[in-house]
């Protein structure tokens, strides 16, 4: 898929406060949207802005910009044997123009500057959507696994191999 809008993507760990709060906005949109369909809810239903400040601690967040303005983000870690693609969002005006790949293939060149061999990511087992668009990105089902308290599968884990 090519990017049909210029995006510029950043491996960030400051951001002034407005920033912060436009990104946890972006986030809790982009999340809220899939509330109805997805059980258990979400985990970044509990998260505040200061629970998404202290990942970068840990994390690598990645953030797109476009028109001066902050549209879209994930956060990457290292697990050793892949890097693992968590809390992909992308700004619902922003949708469709490629920036979701982007923010893919910036973890693809940091888990290759890592000497990682795949990045690996999560995706609610409801969201076929979602399966379908990381597919299009390289990726493959690798496995099911159930939230606390389930007896169902409630995600799915994918993997793309670099």
Known sequence: MAV???ATIKEVEVLSEAEWRR????????????????DPPSSLEQ????????????DTMLVAWSGGGIVGCA?????????????LAVSAQHRRG???TALVRHAFMKAEELGLPAVQLQT?????????????????KIGEEAH??????????MECRL
Do not use: C, W
Request: glycine content about 6%.
């Open 4 to 6: 049909s809008e210029v």
């Open 23 to 38: 990104l946890f906005a972006m986030l809790q949109d982009a999340f809220v949207e899939n509330a109805p369909h997805i």
């Open 47 to 58: 998260l505040s802005l200061g629970d998404i400040k202290r990942m970068v601690l840990e």
């Open 75 to 87: 956060f990457v870690s290292d697990r050793n044997d892949h890097l693992y693609l968590g809390r």
């Open 98 to 100: 490629g920036i979701a």
């Open 124 to 140: 609610r087992v409801e969201l076929t959507n979602n399966h379908a668009a990381f597919e299009r990105m390289g990726f493959t």
């Open 148 to 157: 606390p308290g389930f007896d169902r599968p409630t995600s799915i884990r």
